[in-house]
């Protein structure tokens, strides 16, 4: 069974940080080509916010994130981490990981094959 297990959400203020994690399991991390992250906020669509390839040491960003937020991955433990740094209350969400083979498109959520369930974020002013 392919999982995907978002954690390291929660509260933070305004110029915080936090760092969530997506642990995969069934070898989703070494057989997809791409693991993203994504967001909505209540009432919105479910929004782009980082992604990876499997064979990229750095990864691309929405331009709302860029400087502040941070993608990596550890290949041996088959987790993808977000390091959220400068938190504003925008930032508040249900941020979701994702994996995938698409080549193209990559900013686009229906480009990914798996998802878990979602980690909530908020931050505070």
């Known amino acids: 069974q392919v999982q995907l297990v978002e954690s390291g959400g929660g509260l933070a203020q305004a110029g915080g940080s936090l760092r969530l994690s997506c642990a995969t399991s069934?070898?989703?991390?070494?057989?997809?080509?791409?693991m993203g992250w994504f967001r909505q906020a209540p009432g919105k669509e479910r929004d782009f916010v980082t992604a990876?390839?499997?064979?990229?040491?750095?990864?691309i960003y929405a331009d709302s994130v860029k400087g502040r937020f941070t993608i990596s991955r550890d290949n041996a433990k088959n987790t993808v981490y977000l390091q959220m740094n400068s938190l504003n209350t925008e930032d508040t969400a249900v941020y979701y990981c994702?994996?995938?083979?698409?080549?193209?498109?990559?900013?686009?959520?229906?480009?990914?094959?798996?998802w878990g369930q979602g980690t909530q974020v908020t931050v505070s002013s």
């Open positions: 994702a994996a995938g083979g698409a080549r193209t498109l990559i900013r686009s959520a229906r480009s990914y094959d798996y």
């Open positions: 069934g070898c989703t991390f070494s057989s997809s080509y791409v």
């Open positions: 990876i390839t499997r064979s990229s040491g750095s990864g």
